[in-house]
């Protein structure tokens, strides 16, 4: 799971341990082509090589991601982009960036809630 901790712009999101809180709790949005978080609907967004939460802004490619597959998220405007932990870290808070579709550090769990 991933978790935004606090609600406020350019805040971290990192693998976390799974809980019920809206910082867990993310949906597609279709109409802008984002992920939201639940928290406060702010976007996935990468901001200076991070991955964080952001007010949606409608031209800024960097929060244009989708569920491509079953496990993988990719940047809508450039498919060979997908969400990627660093280092393949398995510890709580790793660094989770955008980079080159590789491996298994790439795939992502998706419940329905």
Request: charged share 25%; proline share 4%.
């Amino acid at each position: 799971m991933w978790k935004a901790a606090k609600k406020l712009a350019g805040t971290l999101v990192s693998p976390w341990p799974k809980n019920k809180t809206d910082a867990q709790k993310w949906y597609d949005d279709p109409a802008t082509g984002t992920i939201r978080t639940k928290l406060n609907d702010f976007c996935l967004d990468i901001q200076d090589d991070r991955l964080v939460i952001n007010p949606y802004s409608p031209d800024k490619q960097t929060q244009q991601w989708e569920r491509k597959t079953k496990n993988v998220i990719q940047n809508r405007s450039n498919n060979a982009s997908v969400l990627d932990i660093a280092d393949s870290n398995t510890e709580n808070r790793a660094k989770v960036i955008s980079y080159d579709v590789l491996g298994t550090n790439q795939h992502w769990t998706f419940e329905s809630v």
